[in-house]
């Protein structure tokens, strides 16, 4: 049956930036991706691969796309029934990449936007991001982190920063009081917009914390992160 977002779901996402949707992957082919993953790592054609794509300390960046279940992954038509309230008309791949924290790997991803980068390059009304764990991940992991309602404010000014995996952060204030920790088991998916204020800390448990985030946009939104973009459902 084909699962898309409920009423109560799109106005979360469309309110509050994003939306937790619970359980929507079986754990058997998160396990299988995983699998695929640390194959490909073991070959020596990783280190190649690094080389072609932008390659910071705790990121993985376009491993999104290197093996045929993680492709097959980014392109499953449940999840693209899923965002297609919110993406259209027509549905693209911006980017696609895995996020991978090591144990007790203390690097964080500065507080974001993801349109800050994508503007650069593309232009997009309805662009968004999904964040799917391959396990279970939790605070101490390094899980998501919000600031609801935030993509309200629009595009804020950035600047690089250091010491972080996101080169780029928001230089507008903060109030932490109002972030919101989103810990996410495997299996679920959270949806959020590009403009949403998001960030992560650091892996302080003794597993390794993958995540994929791939990031959609309408199909007439021209141009995307190199050959990752391409349509997947026509306007």
């Known amino acids: 049956m084909k699962r898309t977002l409920t009423e109560s779901e799109l106005d979360h996402y469309h309110r509050e930036g994003y939306v937790v949707i619970r359980d929507f992957f079986p754990l058997d082919e998160l396990d299988a991706i995983n699998r695929d993953l640390d194959a490909f790592?073991?070959?020596?054609?990783?280190e190649a691969f690094k080389g072609g794509g932008e390659n910071m300390e705790g990121w993985i960046m376009r491993l999104g796309l290197s093996t045929q279940s993680a492709a097959d992954f980014c392109a499953d038509n449940r999840i693209l029934d899923l965002v297609e309230p919110v993406v259209h008309p027509g549905i693209a791949i911006y980017?696609?990449?895995?996020?991978?924290?090591?144990?007790?790997d203390g690097v964080i991803c500065h507080w974001h936007q993801d349109d800050a980068y994508y503007t650069k390059i593309s232009q997009s009304h309805t662009r968004m991001s999904i964040w799917v764990p391959l396990q279970d991940t939790t605070v101490e992991h390094g899980c998501l982190q919000v600031i609801p309602r935030s993509h309200q404010r629009g595009l804020q000014p950035h600047s690089k920063k250091e010491g972080g995996t996101c080169n780029?952060?928001?230089?507008?204030?903060?109030?932490l009081e109002k972030r919101v920790h989103v810990p996410t088991s495997a299996g679920s998916i959270v949806l959020f917009s590009a403009l949403l204020w998001h960030a992560s800390s650091g892996n302080d448990t003794d597993q390794r914390r993958r995540a994929f985030i791939v990031s959609y946009q309408e199909a007439t939104a021209q141009g995307g992160n190199g050959d990752q973009w391409h349509i997947l459902r026509a306007a």
């Open 95 to 104: 980017s696609a990449k895995l996020v991978s924290k090591e144990p007790h």
């Open 168 to 175: 780029l952060g928001i230089d507008t204030s903060i109030d």
């Open 41 to 46: 790592m073991q070959r020596a054609e990783y």
